[in-house]
């Protein structure tokens, strides 16, 4: 997609990653990279922007205004694998795929958009006015910040030596949080790298998309 | 915003908020909102919204972000410089004049 729109829209790609680097870096190179990919380590985006499940994007003009705030934004949609590949994998990644193939996404039309924007700019019926930028952008209520601020000191125990003693925090800002999949994603991969069940939390990955249906794991992207 | 003092804003107050403290109080633009002296962290989180939690055993405070209203504040991008995959630091205002799309993922 960079290749088609560059240099008219420039790409950048952003790992939110408590891992940082080592975590990142490894899929950076594989996708041999030629915009700004950059790493945040301590989601500072998900404060900044209200960002809560990944892949999530966001446009922003000439001038540095958000003309989208964050929603989810699918490229492409990705091809089944063959059933000799799917046999190779863990059991529990063939199961996660097969939600994954239940999710509600619609890249066509989000690239048809991303489009759009980059051919007519404000006058895209796709660019959003300030306003609603603001209105679209996710209600932080009491429990939401004390989330982010949970997560935080989860994030900041275990990258300084203590993921034992960032554990109750996480979890803490997943009651508090539970629609936020950024803060249980992060966390469930600290414990298990598949985000399947642990000894640590009470939730894992196909245990929570299956109680609210794959279908409503992302939300549907008002175009 | 990790803190291990509460006498003092933590250093990133400003750049992750917009609210600067100064001498008339927590300040964003125009808006002022006066703080209690001598200045209390605490105090400050109260006052706009931010959620405070402490973690007894490190010494640690976190300070949430402003609650009661939409995450986004305002539809400017907020000033971001994140590193590359080579630990430079990359500003995203200095693609001011290109359109961009930024794309969030994780490797997990």
Known sequence: ??????????????????????AAVPWIDRAKTTHPALIDAAHLLDELLGIVNVPTGVWIDEQGMLVRPPEPAFPWRARPLPDELLAQLPAITVEQLREAGRMRIDPEAYVAALRDWVANGSRSRFALPPEQVIARSRPRSREASRAAACFELGQHLHRTGHPGDAVPWFREAHRLAPDNWTY???????????????????????????????ENYYPPVDL | MITQALDRPPDELERQTGWAVKPQGACRGAVCVPLARPFDLSDLGRRLGMEL????????WALGPESGARALHSAELPRIVLPDRNGEDFELRSLRGTKVCMIAWASW
């Open chain 2, 53 to 60: 939690v402490h973690d007894e055993r490190h010494g640690l």
């Open chain 1, 1 to 22: 997609m960079r290749e088609e729109l560059h240099p008219a829209i420039e790409v950048v790609t952003v790992a939110l990653d408590t891992g940082g680097a080592e």
């Open chain 1, 184 to 214: 249980k994603r992060q966390a469930w991969t600290l414990a298990d790298p598949l985000q399947g069940a642990t000894s640590e939390y009470d939730s894992d990955w196909l245990t929570d998309v299956r109680k609210i249906g794959a």
